[in-house]
């Protein structure tokens, strides 16, 4: 039991960086984009590919990085200056990465079995430590991720999702911060798809598939949770989102009837009710209130009636 919830808190540490790129489009910049789904395994084909080639592990999850950036910026670009619809410019790049991540790998799987990766030193050690330094990885790159959303460009990303017009009429580029914006979630969604690959030791052409989905659960579970007040409280729930969502589903994969062909069908359960909660939530203060206001009314009216 605590073996499969440690590994599930690696886990979740890990999507959490694909977890925060979503975050970034769909809450942000309110744009939907299914690219993630290509952009995870073209983070992980770079890495791989080079990694067994010989190539520094370190240099390649930076490369990865920068593949699953360059897909994002031509997502945006389809958008902005192709004016495709933002839904299918994402569909057609996701596509169009399923067979550019087989030409990068070669074939629809790279195996790193025996070869040396960012993760190698940790594979060794207590999964106490492997989780801290995940951990603090994770938590370096959700706060530079804070302090650029606090910067002028950042600001202007933020303005872009909540009114491209108004923030258009104050002379900024919404083209460029979109195309921005897209880019630099994408690059994050490939930089958990490099990591995952290190992590299990292989990449494969459909280990993508879903992950849009499992990115919504873990921004709305973390949503649920600690709500979206600040952007530092936000980036932060959709940490702990995520590790949350691993955990239960670890969990529930322990029950009997449960079996991994479940996944999608668990992470569906989980998003409905992370969904529901703040609904009836709201749905509940709002009659509290309203039951509030009708007792005042009527002791208002009460001590008139007295005076009368």
Partial sequence: ??????GAIVLGLLYALMALGVYITFRILDFPDLTVDGSFVTGGAICATMISNGYNPYLATLAGFA???LAG???GLLHTKGKINGLLAGILMMIALYSINIRIMGSPNVSLLNIDTVVSPLLDEKIGIYIAVVAVVVLLIKTLLDLFLHTDL???LRATGDNDRMIRSFGANTDRTKILGIGLSNGLVA????LLAQHGGYTDVNMGVGMIVIGLASVIIGEAIFGMRRVWIATLAVVVGSIVYRIVYALALRVEWFDSSDLKLITAVLVIIALVIPQVRRAMKQKSVARKRTLELLGQT????GRA
Avoid: E, N
């Fill in 191 to 194: 930089l958990a798809g490099a």
């Fill in 154 to 156: 950042g600001l202007a």
């Fill in 73 to 75: 910026v031509c997502t």
């Fill in 67 to 69: 593949g699953g950036a």
């Fill in 302 to 305: 009460a001590g008139k009636g």
């Fill in 1 to 6: 039991m605590l073996a499969s919830i440690y």
